[in-house]
């Protein structure tokens, strides 16, 4: 359907700032973004680049601890200690660079 009606309304600067960067984390236009929010439909927001690579990251320590739940199921005792090793060294490498 044509979109063809136009609603205008003041905000404040920051106000102004805070809709804009609302719209930009889900991926649409400001007129995207408000059309959504006064119609109830439900918002679904972008990842960052950064947010993607924490994703990933998690990912990969949840498939350690697997492994690592595996093995000592297994009861391969030197599994374990190896992989635990691993994945803490991982964990610890990715908080220092939060330091």
Partial sequence: MKKTKK?????????????????????????EYLRSIALGYDLTYKLTA??????????????????ISNLYKLGDVTGVKEISIETAKLIRSHLNKLK
Wanted: hydrophobic letters at 30%.
């Fill in 50 to 67: 950064d947010e993607i690579e924490v994703y990933k990251q998690l990912n990969k320590f949840s498939d350690n601890f697997r492994r």
């Fill in 7 to 31: 609603i205008e309304f003041r905000v404040t600067l920051t106000e102004h700032l805070i809709i804009k960067n609302k719209a930009k984390k889900t991926g649409g236009s400001t007129s």
